[in-house]
Each structure stands twice: as C-alpha cells, then as structure tokens.
C-alpha cells in the first residue's frame, strides 16, 4: 500500500516559512500551491484522485523543518514533498523523507544539493545560483567591457553560491575576483563593503544578496558616485527591488528564469492569472507565486503520466525522460531522466528599466 | 599576656572610600577565648573593620595578622574565601542568608569549608560522599540544639522573621566550626529576653565551643554581661580599650557614644 | 502633667481603626483578628516576641498586604487593600523593618523621595533643613549614595524620610534597630518631639520596650498574632508579665533556669 | 577621506545603535529590566507611520506624530495588560515577558494580509537626499538620526538627572517596596515608562525606516544595540550613545579594513573585551552591595 | 497530606523521599523504555528531541536556575558539541568515545566563557554571554575545513561495535540512557556540596564567600558543566538530525533554551524536561490546532510566532514558576483535597529590589 495515495485522494506535503526572516516567500510560494491546487481540484482530478496540500511552518529553522517533516511523513503520510523552501532545511528534512520513500520534489532553493550527489528520490528545477551567475557573467563582461569584477555576497550557503559561481564564470573569463566583501544575513548597513568596492575601483559587482541587502548595497554605492554594472541572481529578481528602492535601482541586472507576474502585464494570460492570484489571496502575485504553482502544474503532469497505479517507484518512472515545456511565465523547458535530476541549468537575464524589470536576454547557454 | 595569646592581630589599620576615612590608624588584638567588642557610634567604622577582616575591602594601610596555627599569617594576602577556611567565620548586620534555602540547607552551605569530597565521587554520590553528608548533618543539627532552631529547620529563610534570621545567621556561622566568631550586631532586633538568650549563647560559645568572639554592639547590657574587653571607636579611630567598664566610664564615650543623660522617663516629661 | 488617660482623648477621634483584620503568608497565619485603634494626637505602641506579627500589622495597614479579613480604616476612610501609594498619599508615612533605603540615590534625592506626595517645595525644603537638623550626619553625606552608608546612617536616613512626607500618622518599625545608645535616646526624643510639635500621631513597634513604653500613651501586647493585652503604658509598666518578659526585670533565678533547655524533640 | 568617510558612516550607523539603546537604557534605569521587545516596539511604531502615510495618505509629519502618540497608548496599554499583573516578580520574569511580546508583535504583523509579510518604505520628505562637503557625502537620512539621538538623549538625562519623576523611577526600580512607602504610584510610573520607551522605539523606527526599511523583522537590529548599551555601560544614557559610537565606528572600519567576517562580529568582540577590561562599560559606575 | 516520619539522616539524603517516589518513577521509567514498541515512530522521534533537550535544559537549569547565571548565548555550547560529535563520527571514531569527547570539549569552551562571568553579573553576563554565541557561530561558519562552513556537515548515523544505533528505535534508547545518567549525575550534585555552593552563589554572592566558597571555581564549574550537558545534547541532536549547520545554533536557539528552563520552571530539575516537553510540543500543538482554526487565521503567516508569544505571555503571567509549579500545586491540590482553602496559592504581593547590588 502506497502511503499518501489512496482511491480518490493523493496527498502533497510542502514546509514553508510562515513565520520567520523569509515569511513572504513562504506564503506567496504556499499560496501559488494551493491555487494550482484548487484549480485543478475544481476542474478535475488525477487519475480521479483530488489533491491534498498539507502545509507546515519552519519558521526557515532547520530543527523545526524536521519536525515537521516528520509530521508530514510519519503523521499525515503524505506522498511526496514538493517545493520545501530553503537549503539547510531540506538538507534537514530529506533524511526523514528518504527513510520513509517520499520524494523530494522541486524544492524552492537553488543549492546543488538538491540533486547532487544523486539520489534516486530527489528532482530539483531551479537553476542554481552558481549556474546563473556562472553563465551570466562572462557574458555580461563582453557587453559591458568590465576590467574589474567585484562580489558582496550574504554570508551564507546562498551568497556563497552566488560567489563561487561569480568566480566559475571569471574562470571562464579568464579573470579574477577584485574585491569580494561579505555581510551577515540581516544586515542594514553597507557602507563599508560598498566603500571597499569603490576603492577597488570596481566596475561590475555580482551581488549576492536578497532584496533589502541589494536596496541597500545599489543604494549606498549610488549615493557615494560609485556606478558600477550590477548583477544579481534569481534571489533579487523580485518586484519588490523597484517598489522599494525606486529610481537608484535603475539599471540593475538580474539572473532569472520565471517572468515576475505584473498584474498589468502585457501578455494577455498571465495577466489573467495574475488577477485570479490577486482575487484570491488579496495580493499581487511574485515569482515565488509562480514557483509554487509551477511545481504543482509539474506534479500534476508527472503524477497523470505515472497511471492509476501511483506509486513512488511509478512515479520515478514517469519522470525519467519526461519533459515539461516551457510554461507561459516562460521557464526554460526542463527534462529529466533516471541520472539527471535537474531540469534545466539555464537562466535569462532582465534589467530594471524605468522602475520595471524587463526581460534582455534570451536563455543563456553554455 | 604573651604572643601566643593572641589569636589576630590588626596593626594601624587605615581604610579610605572617596572623601571618607572609614577607619583611621586602628591596632587592636583579640586574644584566644576571649569575648572582644567593639562599640562606637553609626558610622565609626565598626562593620568597615569587620570587613578588613573579611578581606571584602582591602586596607589602604595596615595589617591585619592571623595567628591561628603555625606561623603568623597576613590575612591582606588571602583571598576572601580563604578565610573562612582559616577559621574565621562572621554574621552580617543587615543579614545575609541564603534568602531561597531552607536553614538546614544554610546551615549544611556553613560546613563547605569542612568538604572532604571530590567533584566526581559527588556525581556519582559514593558511600564516602554519603558518609560526609551525614556527618555535616550531624554537627547542623549540634548547631540546631544549642540554638534552638528545631521549630524552623525546614522553613524557607525568606519567611522568617527578622530576630529567627539573626539567630540562623550566628547558627551558619557556627557550622563552620570557627576559631574566631565576629558577630555584628547579634541582639538588633531581638527583644531583651532574646537578647538574653542571644547573652547566654554567646558564654556557651566562648566557654564551651573555645570559640573567640570579636562582636560589634550596640546594647550595653549585653556588652557588659559577655565582654572580657572592649574597644571604643569614633570617626574611624580607637577612642579606648579596656574592660566593659573601664571603656563605659571613659568621658569620650560617654559623650560621643553613650549619651549624658540616663533616664529614660525624661521623655515622658518632655511633654 | 499627670499620666494622661484613655479617657482624655474621648472628644477627639480615632485616626486609625484596625477591626478583626487577619493577615497570612500563603498558608501561613501571621496575625489573626487583630483590632486596634489610635487616636489623634498619641503614640501607641505594639509589643510582641519576635515573629509575633507587629511587622506584619503595620504592613497591613499601609497596604503592603492585602488582610483576608477584617478592615482598616484611616481618618474615617477605609483603606483595606488599597494601593500603598494611595494610602500614603492620604497622610500616613512608614519606617520599614530593616532600612529599605534607595540604595543608587544620593542622600538628598532619598529624602526628596520622602516628599514625593508632597507639592509645597518651600516646606519640603524647610523639613530637609530640620532632619538634617536632627542628624547632622546626612547633611555632611548629602552626595552619597545611601546604599553606601553604615547601617546606623541608612536607620537615620529611613526616619528622616518618613518625617519628609509631613504626615499625619507615621508607622515606626524598630527605629532604633542599629542605633548607637545615644541615638537611640534621641530619636524617641525626636518621635515625641514630632508628636508634640505638630500633633503627628505615631504608632510605635519597638523591641526597645522600656524606651517605648515610656515614650508612648497606650501599648497594645501582641503573641503570636493575637493582641492578648491593652492598656495605658503607665498601667503596662506595672504589670508583672510586661516587667518579666519585655522590660527584663526580674531575678536572675527564674531567668537561670531556661539555661537548661530541653533537648530536641525530632529524630 | 577615506578613513572620514568610513568615520562618518561609522559615527552615523553608530548613532543608530545608540538610539535604539537608549530605549534600553530608559527601560533599565527605570525599571531595572531588559526589555527584549524594544526592536519590536521600534518596529510596530515604523509601521504605525507607514499606515498613517500609505493607507491613510497623511503627510509625513501628521503621520509621526500620531504614530508616537499611538505608540505611547500602545506602551501604557502593554504595561497595564502584560507587565502590570506581575510587577514585583522577578525581573527575569519580565524578561521573559518582552520576549513573549515581541514573538506577538512580530506575529501579529506577519498576519496582516498583504501587508505583514511584505516590506515597504516610508516616504519620508528628506528621502535619498544628501549634502555634499567635498569629497564627503553626507547623509540626510543619518543626519536626521544624529541630531534625533543627541535631542533625546539630553532630554531623557535631564528628566532622570532633575525631575522627581525621574528619580522616582530610579527609586522604585532600587526598592519597589520603599517606593509603595513612599508613596510613589509605582505602576503608574511604570506604566509612563513604557510609554516613553515606546514613543522612543518609535521616533527610532521612523527615523531607521528610509535605511532598513519597513518589515515584520526590523526589529532584530536591536540585538546589536544591546553591545552598544553595554559597552557604554547599561544604566547610562550618554553610555549608550558612546557605545553606539563606538561599535559604529568599529563596525565600519573593521568592515574595510579587516577580512571578511569581521565587520559582524567586531561589535562582540569589543563587548568581550570590554567586558575584561572594564566590567561595567565605559560610564556604569562600579557598584557593590555594603554589607 | 503525606506525612512522613524520618528515623535517620540518611532517609533526607537519599533520592525518593519515599515509596510513592519509588513507585512513579520506576513506572515512568517502565513507559519509557517501553515507548518504543508502543509508541507511532512520529511520536517517539518526538519524544527523542524532548530527551536531547531534557538534557541541554538541564545543563542549563544548572547555570542558571541553581547558579543564577543566566546565559543568553548556550546555543555555542550546543553547537560545539553537535560539530564535536559530527567531525569524529565521520572520522569513524566510536559513538560513545565521539560522545565523550563533545562534552569535554564543550565543557571547555564552557570554562573560557565563564571567564567573564567572574568579573561580571546580571545583564552584562548576559549581553558577554550573546556576544560568545554570536562568535561561536561565526567560527562555524568560517572554518570551512573542519565544520563545512555555511554549506553545513552531514553527520553519519552513530554505529556502536558494529551495531547500527541510528534507527529511531535504538536512538531512542541511546537518548534515554543519556539522559537518565545525566538526571543522575545532576541529582547527585545538587545534594552534595558543590549543588550546595552553586545554591549559595546565586543567593548571596558576598556571604556564599564569607562561607570560604571559591567563587571563581564554583562559578566556572558550573560553566563547565552546564557547558558539557549542551554539549552532550548538541551531540545528540547532530545524529538526530544528521545534518548541521551554523545557524541551527544562533541566538533564536538561546533563546528557545532559556524559554525551555522559564517555562519548565527556574530552579528545578523536573523543569527542565517539563520545558523540553513544551518547547518541542509547542510548535506541533500550534500546527495541529491550525487545522481546526479558519483559514483566514489558520493559515495566516506569523500564526505560530503570536501563539507561541502568546503562549509564553500566558505562562509569566499566570505561573511565573513554570510548569513544575503548576505541578507542584495540583499536586498539593489533590494531597489536601477536599480540604483545600481558597488563598492557599494566591501569589503574595512581592516585591524587587535592585539586581545591580549584589
Ligand atoms: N563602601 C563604602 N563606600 C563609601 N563609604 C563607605 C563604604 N563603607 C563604609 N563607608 C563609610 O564608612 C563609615 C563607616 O561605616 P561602617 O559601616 O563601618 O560603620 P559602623 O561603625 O558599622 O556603623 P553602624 O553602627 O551604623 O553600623 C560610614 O560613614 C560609611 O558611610
Ligand atoms: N514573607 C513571609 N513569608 C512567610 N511567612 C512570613 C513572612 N514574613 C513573615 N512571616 C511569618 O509571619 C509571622 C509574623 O512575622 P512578623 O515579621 O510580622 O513578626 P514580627 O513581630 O515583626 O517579628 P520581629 O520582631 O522579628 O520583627 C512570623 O511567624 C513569620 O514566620
Ligand atoms: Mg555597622
Ligand atoms: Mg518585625
């Protein structure tokens, strides 16, 4: 017996942050779950089963993150874990999923780990930080003609990502770091990190950072007449750069995959999901949005090709060789097989122009 | 009186906080078995000695000279907690009890000098640990007898009143099994039938424990009643020393100490 | 002047009226149906062995613990489990047990604490002059911070804080607890000389019982939580159980004998 | 210029931690606790501006004001709620109470849908501006937080040095009971306390907004300004902000100066060090019971 | 109301005071070794964690509800002996030796902290003891060649003589074998002397001295040892979550510590399970009540941090003495019924006095 699958009913188990330092991401992520859900709950079923989403809190606190997996496994059975957000806490939780045969689906989090070493239960789809940003840069230093490339990064398993991806790329580049400064996770001040880059005479810098910290960062260098390139990965790819830091972020670079879902979007159907989001849950949606509704559309497409038999094994077998196109918030086309578990390692490049973030490059190959 | 007499000596003893002389060029001995008080007004420097004695301050000038076994030892250099192992043990004037433990466990903290475990044979609470925890037991509860303290043993300190915890103080001291017992102010708060068995108490402790005492007071009748001698203090100096009476006839007391007139009944008339 | 009398004070009215008021700690019964009264103008005293519940009485009264039973009223108002601040405020100041001194304020700032409920300033600065007056001590350590002063000094600085307050009763616990012979004598001094100069009435907890009994007008006994005798202190004075017990005199033969005391009971 | 530039963000980063000490040092002096819930005081105060602008289209000034004065009701409210029923347990207790307090305000904002979880700005009038003097740049945005920490500062030491009710709450924080003997209505006092802590995390919520911005976990800054206050000495108002100096100024040079890593932990170290050095900061008094 | 009639010294020594101890305790000690066998595996991993925390609680029960040393940075503690624990099990070193090795070393590191505490007291103890923790962490985090830096460590399953101890049912064991020592060694001490000084430092520093108490040794010691227990746990909890990483052992987790010894109950041994029990119960509670709430709250973000402030709010204000306070009164409850008066737990009106003087 199949646990988490029964006649008409397939349980999905997914640990967000609610309450801790990433509580927005946590929700928006949860939220887009749940609408791919309902969704298809309203339209349909899976080989005539409905869906279950059972959602916990870790507050982003990997001892908590195992406790609820173990809830989630152990308690309420479910079949598989999808989009669990954060490194160390899927690092935490996997153990517990692997005992019991769940599958780690499409966590929310760009570390390698997520599919390396290989482990037959793990698939990830996110482009991973090092990648973006080691496929990005040296085509960014063509463009730009950058003579001395920088990095601030978050002082953390994410920026260090970020870091060592910068470095891959300069590799490539046939370069090296100038400068690279770091800052601790919740940091508000940057003046020194931004004044050693000026001093470095830094012309493009990678930055490592989230949302506040690249405010931060964009924001003192412009004050103090440093203007550098700046690129930054997936992680600052949100909507919240522009809203918040206004003018000074004009210009700033971003790696991302998943096009930010602007309510008054051009494209007529994502416009319209957006505003389904947004009467839903009383808010616009983000990419995290995107994410979490993605990996339930993915689940769905997966779950309908492993037949009326679901079953973790059948479901292992569905996914080898099988491909999910490019959705329409453009996401790269992702294949796996019985060794590859990451769908796809390319990124696309977009800038803030005129307080927005506009999409300038096509996927970057390698 | 010879040198083996003497059980602690204090030479020119001098003590400065900021703008105030606490104590000022003070030299008293407390010879062995004898009761020494010394009596002064507020602020004379009484407790400030004990202090010194105590090593909680450290004089500016002085010493004070620990004769107890062996060789003449300069208490300046111990550490405060050293002395208690010497054999001093002391009672606070505004008390200082372990405010959340019980008496018997205040009584059993004044044996810690006297501890013969080691760290490990207490984790693993070894038949010796056993042994010595019952033997502490035994003398705070000679301690409990002589006091009378059976009624409170197993109240909680922060309970009782003010009188009971002056006498569990002197009780804790006496766990330690002293040599030498300074009392600061042991009758305040008591009543004078308490004051009476507090008198009492102290003769039992000086005649049959051979425990010095060096005692800081205020109540005259109690000073008369257990003192072999006295030293009077003003302003952080030595005024006199001699026996109860000698001192309590001494004009400088009486006028700085003591007071003129003797009759109480002049309040009634003051009316 | 012949010994006043109970009766003298007939026409004028109680200031304090304690009816069957029982206090406890936890389970601990402290006092039990404790009534009494001062009148205006006199200073009562309480005697009683130690723990007998005088501390707790005057604790009672000023709001410091909330009786079980009983009521207390003040100057014609009941004031049983009222806020302290609100009882003093309505003219009744406390010597605590045991000092209770602002230990980090200087001297000056603990006597201006004494006046807190007090708005007139020029008389709060008048009363600082007359305490420092009567201890000239304080005056020289105005600066200090009290919680560096001798024991004796901090007993000084809690009387003269409540007489800062111009109050109309005050509450002595033990006043002279650590006072030098002379001061002691001087401060019951002072406390009739309060009482006489500005008719503040004064009750009296004292283990001093000679000084107490003389210096004041009516003296309740209290044991073990129970008043068990009231009357004028002239009339106390001669009681036989007050000369044995609370004044020590009496023979040296009956006082021998408890020298021998029975040996302990547990085990 | 480097080393004045680096100085002065250090000084204005500095006057930051200071700000949000003072708010502990109020707390302690008066009432002898830690209050773990200023950051999170600060933190409902920003976002009481940010309703009063963005929701309810004030202008910047109308909005701080009443956000003070909300935050002051939000204060005395708290006191008599939370603190009030355990006045006279130990202080640890309290301590524990600000903790609990600051997990519900931070939850309680995380809850507002659309709001909670996300993180605004405020728009205040001096916004992005700055003044150049030469080569330095000034920064409009910390200047407002220097002259705010300097004006508070003097205010709050004049009403603890001078006024009675000032040195009332030091005296009911030495001796709660000698307080009630005196008459002073202890919770009262209390409750102004809060209060004023409260307007203090406000005005220093406000005032950080433009640089941290407004979110459920702006808070956490206050954990840096505990160093700040101890460093200084805890019970002393001038300590805080000289401590804050301090660890600014340190934090911003080790920054530049020393690897990586440093600039987060330097202002623990300085603690530690100070701490062997000079255990009761730079302007705490040494203090030991008389006995 | 039990009474009991004592015939000798040893009877007030000895650890059940009488037959009604002996008899609970050795029940629970039945249930608990039975739990295995009867308990659903979600339910005994979550017992493991109570026990792994029992164990860091009781360390720092010791510090600070006995020595009155409060430790706002015990997470470092934690932290060591979970990297201790994870570098020598991966180097193949045997479980129990690993184990050893961790509480030593944390014990160390315990001793370097207490440094400072011999100098100073009160909240600046407290604020040195938060900057120890925030450097502690940062260590973990830069000294990538030891713990793995930011990228975290994975802690391979402990093996004794071959024997695999890493299933739940046998981690279990191991966690309650530990703990019940530790219960022990602690018990033992607190009745013996050294449990007697650590008593006396946190009443009165000043006459715990004058008693010929060596405060800098007492106050070290019990650095050392608080240290050593957490270190134990962080041990524990390295296998039981086989995998770590720096922040699993930041300021949040100090502070979930000290809430752990507050709500169990400062100054008791029970407490400090008791807390454990809440600080892992708490969050499940919370989650599995969720369910029943509308989705409008239920599901709200930041749910679990009001309730758990709210839940801690309640504790202070209705039982500042924590759980085993709770315990000991309905307890006491049912010994007296039905003769129990009203006002017998009425909390007295209390009153603070400076902490900075003493
Ligand atoms: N630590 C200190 N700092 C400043 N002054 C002090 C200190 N200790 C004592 N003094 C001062 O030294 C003088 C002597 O104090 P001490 O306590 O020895 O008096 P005492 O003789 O015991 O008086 P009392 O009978 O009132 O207890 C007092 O004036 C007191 O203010
Ligand atoms: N905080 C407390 N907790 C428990 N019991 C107490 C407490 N305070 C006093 N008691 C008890 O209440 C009784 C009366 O105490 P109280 O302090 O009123 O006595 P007292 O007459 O003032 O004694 P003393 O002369 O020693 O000052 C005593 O038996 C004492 O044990
Ligand atoms: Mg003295
Ligand atoms: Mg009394």
């Not at chain 1, 940057?190 to 493009?204: N, R, T």
């Not at chain 1, 996914?319 to 796996?336: A, L, Q, V, Y």
């Not at chain 4, 000032?166 to 409750?191: D, E, T």
């Amino acid at each position: 017996q199949q646990q988490g699958v029964s006649k008409d009913e397939i349980r999905i188990g997914t640990i967000q942050d609610l309450s801790g330092p990433l509580a927005g991401f946590g929700k928006q992520a949860r939220n887009g779950m749940q609408l791919a859900v309902d969704e298809l709950n309203e339209q349909g079923s899976v080989q005539g089963r409905k869906l279950k989403l059972y959602v916990e809190d870790s507050g982003y606190d990997p001892k908590k993150a195992v406790l609820a997996a173990q809830k989630l496994v152990n308690q309420d059975k479910i079949f598989i874990m999808a989009g669990h957000i954060g490194t160390a806490q899927n690092m935490a939780a996997m153990p517990v999923q692997f005992e019991k045969n769940v599958i780690n689906f499409f966590p929310i989090t760009a570390a390698r780990e997520m599919y390396d070493p290989f482990h037959k239960l793990k698939y990830s789809f996110a482009a991973t930080y090092y990648d973006q940003i080691r496929l990005a840069l040296p085509k960014m230093i063509k463009d730009k003609g950058a003579k001395k490339v920088c990095t601030i990064y978050q002082d953390d398993e994410f920026g260090l990502e970020v870091q060592r991806g910068a470095e891959a790329g300069l590799k490539a580049a046939g370069m090296e770091l100038t400068e690279k400064t770091s800052y601790k996770r919740g940091a508000t001040d940057f003046s020194s990190q931004v004044a050693k880059m000026k001093a470095a005479g830094c012309d493009l810098v990678v930055l490592g950072t989230i949302i506040r910290e690249t405010i931060g960062t964009v924001g003192e260098a412009r004050k103090t007449g440093f203007n550098p390139t700046f690129l930054g990965s997936s992680a600052a790819y949100t909507d919240l750069i522009h809203k918040l830091g206004g003018k000074p972020m004009d210009g700033i670079y971003a790696t991302m995959t998943v096009q930010n879902p602007y309510t008054d979007e051009q494209a007529q159907n994502i416009r319209f999901w957006a505003n389904k989001y947004k009467t839903k849950f009383n808010e616009d949606p983000t990419v995290f949005s995107v994410y979490g509704y993605s990996i339930i559309q993915d689940f769905i497409q997966a779950a309908n090709k492993a037949g009326p038999n679901l079953t973790t094994d059948s479901f292992v077998k569905a996914m080898d060789g099988i491909t999910f196109e490019p959705d329409m918030f453009g996401s790269p086309k992702m294949t796996f097989s019985a060794t590859k578990r990451l769908g796809n390692d390319q990124s696309r490049l977009s800038q803030i122009v005129d307080g927005k973030w506009k999409v300038v490059s096509d996927y970057v190959a390698p | 009186m010879s040198e083996s007499d003497i059980l602690l000596s204090a030479k020119d003893l001098s003590v400065r906080f900021g703008g105030v002389l606490a104590v000022n060029k003070v030299s008293f001995d407390v010879r062995r078995g004898e009761v020494f008080t010394l009596i002064g007004p507020n602020g004379a420097g009484k407790t400030t000695v004990f202090n010194l004695i105590s090593r909680i301050y450290t004089p500016t000038t002085g010493e004070i000279v620990w004769h107890g076994e062996g060789s003449p030892l300069p208490l300046t250099q111990r550490a405060p907690h050293e002395i208690a192992a010497l054999g001093i043990a002391r009672t606070f004037q505004n008390i200082e009890l372990f405010e959340h433990a019980t008496v018997l466990h205040n009584l059993l903290i004044g044996r810690h000098t006297h501890r013969k475990t080691g760290f490990w044979s207490e984790v693993f609470f070894t038949q010796a640990t056993r042994r010595a925890e019952i033997e502490a037991r035994e003398v705070a509860e000679r301690v409990i007898d002589l006091l009378d303290l059976q009624h409170h043993r197993d109240s909680m300190v922060a309970g009782l009143p003010y009188g009971v915890r002056k006498v569990v103080e002197l009780a804790r001291a006496l766990c330690t099994e002293p040599k030498l017992l300074l009392l600061d102010e042991p009758s305040s708060g008591l009543n004078v039938e308490e004051t009476a068995d507090m008198a009492f108490w102290i003769q039992d402790i000086q005649h049959e424990l051979g425990i010095s005492v060096l005692m800081v007071e205020h109540d005259m009748s109690l000073v008369s009643k257990v003192s072999d001698r006295v030293l009077a203090m003003n302003m952080g100096e030595a005024l006199s020393t001699g026996t109860p009476r000698e001192v309590q006839s001494d004009p400088r007391v009486v006028e700085a100490y003591l007071g003129t007139v003797d009759d109480v009944s002049s309040l009634r008339r003051a009316a | 002047m012949p010994p006043r009398t109970r009766e003298d004070h007939k026409v004028t009215d109680t200031v304090l009226q304690l009816l069957n008021v029982e206090s406890a700690y936890g389970p601990i019964k402290a006092i039990r149906g404790v009534s009494l009264k001062v009148r205006q103008g006199e200073i009562a005293t309480v005697l009683g062995s130690n723990g007998a519940g005088k501390t707790t009485i005057l604790k009672t009264i000023s709001g410091i613990i909330d009786p079980r039973k009983g009521s207390i009223e003040f100057r014609g108002q009941n004031i049983t489990a009222k806020d302290p601040a609100y009882i003093v405020q309505q003219g009744l100041s406390h010597v605590p047990e045991g000092r209770e001194v602002f230990p980090l304020l200087s001297v000056r700032d603990n006597l201006l604490m004494g006046a807190y409920t007090r708005k007139d300033r020029d008389g709060v600065a008048r009363d600082i002059e007359t305490v420092f007056g009567y201890f000239p001590i304080l005056k020289e350590r105005a600066t200090q911070d009290a919680g560096l002063l001798s024991g004796g000094q901090q007993q000084m600085l809690a009387i003269s804080r409540a007489i800062m307050a111009a109050p109309q009763l005050i509450l002595l616990d033990e006043p002279s607890l650590g006072l030098s012979p002379k001061l002691t004598k001087e401060i019951f001094e002072i406390v009739v000389r309060i009482n006489r100069e500005r008719g503040t009435t004064i009750l009296l907890v004292e283990q001093n019982a000679n000084m107490a009994l003389n210096a004041s007008d009516y003296g309740y006994v209290l044991e073990n939580g129970r008043i068990v005798m009231e009357d004028t202190c002239e009339r106390l004075r001669e009681k036989e159980d007050i000369k044995e017990f609370y004044l020590g005199l009496k023979d040296d033969g009956v006082r021998g004998e408890r020298r021998w005391k029975k040996k302990k009971t547990w085990r | 210029m480097q080393l004045l530039q680096l100085l002065l963000s250090g000084i204005a980063q500095g006057c930051i931690y200071g700000l949000i000490a003072l708010g502990f040092v109020l707390i302690y002096k008066a009432t002898e606790t830690v209050s773990f819930a200023q950051g999170e005081l600060m933190m409902l105060g920003a976002f009481a501006a940010f309703a009063g602008m963005s929701l309810f289209g004030l202008p910047f000034w109308l909005a701080a004001l009443l956000a003070i004065g909300a935050m002051v009701a939000f204060g005395v409210l708290l006191e008599l709620v939370v603190i009030r029923p355990i006045l006279g347990q130990p202080q640890f207790s309290i301590v524990m109470l600000t903790i609990g307090i600051g997990y519900v305000a931070r939850g309680l904002i995380t809850m507002i849908p659309a709001i909670g979880t996300e993180t605004h700005t405020l728009a205040v009038p001096y916004k992005d501006e700055i003044w150049k003097l030469g080569e330095l740049v000034l920064n409009v945005e910390q200047m407002a937080i220097i002259l705010a920490t300097a004006v508070l500062c003097g205010l709050l030491f004049a009403m603890f040095r001078y006024s009675k009710l000032g040195i009332a709450m030091q005296a009911s924080s030495q001796n709660q009971l000698a307080a009630y003997y005196m008459g002073i209505p202890v919770k009262r006092l209390n409750g102004l306390v809060w209060g004023l802590a409260a307007a203090v995390a406000a005005i220093a919520g406000m005032l950080l907004a433009p640089i941290t911005f407004v979110h459920a976990n702006m808070g956490f800054i206050g954990l840096k300004a505990f160093p700040a206050a101890v460093v200084g000495g805890f019970g002393s108002l001038p300590g805080a902000i000289v401590g804050g100096l301090v660890i600014g100024i340190v934090e911003s040079l080790a920054g530049f100066y020393l690897p990586d890593g440093f600039k987060d932990t330097a202002p623990y170290i300085v603690v530690l060090v100070m701490l062997m050095v000079k255990p009761n900061g730079l302007f705490g008094e040494k203090l030991r019971k008389k006995v | 109301m039990r009474f009991i009639f004592k015939t000798s010294y040893a009877q007030d020594i000895s650890l059940a005071k009488h037959g009604g101890h002996v008899f609970w305790y050795s029940l629970l000690g039945v249930a608990l070794i039975a739990a295995p066998w009867v308990l659903p595996e979600y339910w005994l991993a979550q017992l493991t964690f109570v026990l792994i925390y029992g164990i860091v609680g009781l360390g720092l029960m010791l510090l600070a509800g006995f020595t009155g040393q409060f430790s706002i940075g015990h997470a470092a503690f934690l932290g060591t002996g979970a990297y201790t624990q994870a570098v020598l099990a991966n180097m193949g070193m045997p479980f129990p030796l690993a184990l050893v090795a961790a509480a030593a070393l944390s014990a160390a590191v315990g001793v370097v902290v207490g440094l400072p505490a011999l100098r100073v007291k009160g909240i600046y103890l407290g604020i040195a003891t938060l900057a120890f923790g925030f450097i502690v962490e940062e260590v973990f985090a830069r000294w990538e060649s030891v713990t793995g830096g930011n990228s975290g460590l994975h802690v391979k399953s402990p093996t004794l003589f071959g024997t695999e101890l890493g299933s739940s049912e046998n981690f279990y064991l191991v966690c309650l074998i530990v703990a019940v020592l530790c219960t022990l060694a602690i018990l033992n001490l607190l009745r013996s002397p050294t449990g007697r000084a650590f008593v006396a430092i946190r009443d009165s520093e000043i006459s715990a001295q004058s008693m010929g108490i060596h405060l800098a040794r007492y106050k070290t010691l019990s650095f050392a040892i608080s240290a050593a227990l957490a270190g134990l746990g962080g041990a524990l909890y390295a296998h039981k979550l086989s995998f770590i990483s720096p922040d699993q052992f930041n300021i949040l987790q100090s502070i979930d510590l000290l809430l752990l010894v507050v709500i169990g109950g400062l100054g008791s041994v029970h407490g400090a399970f008791l807390g454990a029990i809440f600080l892992i119960a708490m969050p499940q509670l919370i989650a599995l009540g969720k369910d029943w709430l509308p989705p409008v709250i239920g599901q709200a973000p930041g749910l679990q941090g009001l309730v758990y402030g709210l839940v801690l709010i309640a504790f202070v204000l209705f039982e500042p003495l924590g759980l085993y306070g709770r315990w000991l009164k309905i307890r006491t409850w049912l010994q007296l019924f039905p003769f129990y008066r009203r006002g017998l737990f009425k909390r007295q009106k209390s009153f603070t006095k400076s902490d900075r003087l003493r």
